[in-house]
Nanobody, 116 residues
Framework: VQLVESGGGLVQPGGTLRLSCAAS????????VRWYRQAPGKERELVST????????YYPDSVKGRFTISRDNGKNTAYLQMNSLKPEDTAVYYC??????????WGQGTQVTVSS
């Protein structure tokens, strides 16, 4: 079982990044996917959720209107499109997949740094 995030990096304020979360070893289409982030010295924060079929998504106010979560179950991959990035978006971003019976998988994280 693996979740592998990619797409992080250094970007200027106002820029964009697209994170990917590639899944293997389990039936990805049966899992709700969430993206979390954790900045140094802060607690892990949920930044988006998408249902197993991709029909419903959720965002906290801190990222609403700027971030978009999506998934391609045929490719076993979820995405997080991040626009209008701010310095306060700097964090390690983690992908999580959880099933209805609470099988729970995490990726290793990818660093996003927003700085001029």
């Amino acid at each position: 079982v693996q979740l592998v995030e990619s797409g992080g990096g250094l970007v200027q304020p106002g820029g964009t990044l697209r994170l990917s979360c590639a899944a293997s070893g389990f039936t990805f289409s049966r899992y709700v996917v969430r993206w979390y982030r954790q900045a140094p010295g802060k607690e892990r924060e949920l930044v988006s959720t998408i249902t197993s079929a991709g029909t419903t998504s959720y965002y906290p106010d801190s990222v609403k209107g700027r971030f978009t979560i999506s998934r391609d179950n045929g490719k076993n991959t979820a995405y997080l499109q991040m626009n209008s990035l701010k310095p306060e978006d700097t964090a390690v971003y983690y992908c999580n997949a959880r099933s209805s019976i609470n099988n729970d998988y995490w990726g290793q994280g990818t660093q996003v740094t927003v700085s001029s």
